[in-house]
């Protein structure tokens, strides 16, 4: 086939214009990125292979290389994983913007530095070679094909892609570097950056061998290649022989984070199942977070091998912000999709995980350490709302997610979310046998809601909820501690421990009082209500309108109605 030129979609053209003109601070990280995606790549081969033998061909000890031609000015990376078919390329980093791209565009804030950050999470990391090249050239070999497709393109709206030989399978990256962009042609800041972002990756990345250096800092070649990165499996390793940089690294490079993770938890577990698990909780919801296809979640590996990414069997629904890794010891190598699907050892597996993620949450919640109480509460800003799905989709362990919640209340009447149902129940009164709470479309309604006015009155605390996912979430939660939960604009309200004797008779001397008036209204609303009752809910409203315990809230069918139900 001829060479063939196409067009960049309008959302990869801007995000070619700000990869060559913004980015001029960290440019080093394009090759983190290229190195994750070769790594990514090899995932993949080993992935398919498990199925198809085949596809390794003569060559099974996957690897990276990187070289680098000062005369030419250009940086070579290799790598002999899956590769790209022609239409794999025109797809991963041609027309079609990926789904994260537009998301992506909607958070840059012009900062170039805070825009930097950004690219990675979107999925956008191949793009980053324009920041220091003003040609890249791919060509790139699919496992299992003949011919390989070349790519081009210097970043100004167009590719051209064309049909060529190309030994072996797998992807080679041809970077044109930029005047002044000499720094990426030394053999010393390449090994580097490498060992800076990529020490963690588990594939060997090569370099020529250099026997030395001259005076002049120029190398003198040797023969042969080395390997520059310890290319071990840093979840492996011992706990205490991994630094906090390198658990962030590779936190970085499994979540495609840019920030620095809120907290970890990397255990070796013993027992029925084996298994390593090393499962981050990141410092921000990611853009996708509400998205129930998201692109990266849990990696599953059996033995040190990749088998797959798959936050849904790894992990519940309301954990699927924790990102990282489970590498088991006992599963078979050639596990499937569908095996996975009804493995009791899976089962097992995550049941375990949630427990140390819950446990994590908790170490944070309940710590004395300032610093940690702050990450909980970052936490509960990101994540509290996904947080409150578990209470009703995971009956097991109810009891410690309800631990874990925060909620606004009337205690403090301030709409931040951060008094736990146990700070709650330790400020009871005398007497109080029940966890009050309003639920209502906005914190505004819930705090000034007329339902109120009596707890206030008697100083008896209501936790104040506003998110759409707490109707859910109540429906899940009758108990904490062995008090109940109350709706506050449910049913008859017994306040009555909380009067005086001189209360009680103005009470019910207001009730036959008013029998007339109470009858009037009830003939005049007819079918519209079940009752017209007296009440001594309200101190400064003159009514309001109840549901009994066991029906809908008012909040819910609005809601339901909202929804076109
Ligand atoms: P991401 O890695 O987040 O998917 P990138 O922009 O880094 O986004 O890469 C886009 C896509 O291009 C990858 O998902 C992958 O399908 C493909 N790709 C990039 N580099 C390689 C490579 N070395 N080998 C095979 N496929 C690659
Ligand atoms: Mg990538």
């Given amino acids: 086939m001829a060479k063939e030129t196409l067009g960049f979609q309008t959302e990869v053209k801007q995000l070619l214009q700000l990869?060559?003109?913004?980015?001029?601070?960290?440019?080093?990280?394009f090759l983190r990125e290229l190195i994750s995606n070769a790594s990514d790549a090899c995932d993949k081969l080993r992935f398919e292979a498990l199925n198809d033998a085949s596809l390794y061909g003569e060559d099974s000890e996957l690897k990276i290389s990187l070289s680098f031609d000062k005369e030419a000015r250009t940086l070579t990376l290799s790598d002999n994983g899956i590769g790209m078919s022609r239409d794999?390329?025109?797809?991963?980093i041609g027309t079609i913007a990926r789904s994260g791209t537009k998301e992506f565009f909607g958070?840059?804030?012009?900062?170039?530095?805070?825009?930097?950050?950004?690219?990675?999470?979107?999925?956008?990391?191949?793009?980053?070679?324009?920041?220091?090249?003003?040609?890249?050239?791919?060509?790139?070999?699919?496992?299992?094909?003949?011919?390989?497709?070349?790519?081009?393109?210097?970043?100004?709206?167009?590719?051209?892609?064309?049909?060529?030989?190309?030994?072996?399978r797998g992807t080679e990256i041809v970077l044109h570097l930029k005047e002044g962009e000499d720094e990426y042609l030394s053999d010393w800041s390449l090994r580097s950056i490498i060992r800076k972002y990529s020490d963690h990756i588990t594939?060997?990345?090569?370099?020529?061998?250099?026997?030395?250096?001259?005076?002049?800092?120029?190398?003198t070649p040797a023969e042969g290649v080395e390997a520059v990165n310890q290319a071990s499996a840093l979840w492996a390793r011992p706990k205490s022989e991994?630094?906090?940089?390198?658990?962030?690294?590779?936190?970085?490079?499994?979540?495609?984070?840019?920030?620095?993770?809120?907290?970890?938890?990397?255990?070796r577990v013993e027992g029925k199942q084996e298994y390593t698990e090393l499962l981050y909780i990141p410092q921000r919801a990611p853009f996708d977070m509400h998205d129930r296809e998201r692109r990266h979640g849990i990696k599953l590996y059996v033995r040190r091998v990749f088998i797959m990414e798959d936050a849904e069997k790894l992990l519940p629904q309301y954990l699927r912000f924790v990102r990282g890794l489970i590498d088991s010891s006992n599963l078979p190598l050639n596990v499937s999709r569908e095996i996975l699907q009804h493995s009791k050892d899976i089962e097992q597996i995550k049941q375990g995980c949630v427990k140390k993620v819950l446990g994590l949450l908790e170490s944070m919640a309940n710590s004395d350490d300032a610093a940690e109480q702050a990450k909980y509460v970052t936490f509960w800003e990101q994540f509290g709302r996904v947080m409150k799905e578990g209470v009703a989709e995971d009956f097991a362990n109810k009891d410690r997610i309800a631990g874990l919640?925060?909620?606004?209340?009337?205690?403090?009447?301030?709409?931040?979310?951060?008094?736990?149902l146990a700070a709650y129940v330790g400020r009871m009164k005398e007497g109080q046998d029940k966890i009050y709470f309003i639920t209502a479309d906005s914190f505004a309604a819930a705090k000034n809601s007329p339902h109120l006015e009596v707890f206030r009155k008697k100083g008896i605390e209501v936790l104040l909820m506003s998110e759409r996912v707490d109707e859910w979430m109540i429906s899940g939660l009758t108990e904490f501690d062995g008090k109940k939960?109350?709706?506050?604009?449910?049913?008859?309200?017994?306040?009555?421990?909380?009067?005086?004797?001189?209360?009680?008779?103005?009470q019910e001397a207001a009730a036959s009082e008013l029998k007339d008036v109470l009858d009037k209204v009830k003939a005049v609303l007819g079918d519209k209500v079940k009752d017209v009752r007296v009440t001594n809910r309200l101190t400064d409203s003159p009514a309001c309108i109840v549901v009994e315990n066991q029906d809908?809230?008012?909040?819910?069918?609005?809601?339901?109605?909202?929804a076109g139900q």
């Fill in 242 to 267: 991994i630094s906090d940089e390198q658990y962030t690294e590779f936190y970085k490079h499994v979540s495609h984070d840019f920030e620095a993770p809120l907290a970890w938890s990397h255990a």
């Fill in 485 to 506: 939960l109350q709706s506050v604009t449910k049913g008859e309200l017994d306040l009555s421990q909380f009067e005086n004797e001189e209360e009680k008779q103005q």
């Fill in 203 to 219: 594939l060997p990345i090569f370099m020529p061998k250099t026997a030395g250096y001259d005076d002049e800092g120029n190398i």
């Fill in 19 to 29: 990869m060559i003109h913004s980015l001029y601070s960290n440019k080093e990280i």
């Fill in 107 to 168: 958070k840059l804030s012009g900062d170039a530095q805070k825009d930097a950050n950004l690219i990675g999470q979107f999925g956008v990391g191949f793009y980053s070679a324009f920041i220091v090249a003003d040609k890249v050239t791919l060509t790139s070999r699919r496992a299992g094909e003949t011919t390989a497709t070349q790519w081009e393109s210097a970043g100004d709206g167009e590719f051209t892609l064309e049909e060529v030989a190309k030994e072996g």
């Fill in 88 to 92: 794999e390329v025109v797809k991963n």
């Fill in 405 to 420: 919640l925060r909620f606004a209340s009337s205690h403090t009447d301030s709409a931040d979310q951060n008094v736990s």
């Fill in 552 to 562: 809908m809230s008012a909040n819910l069918e609005r809601l339901l109605k909202s």
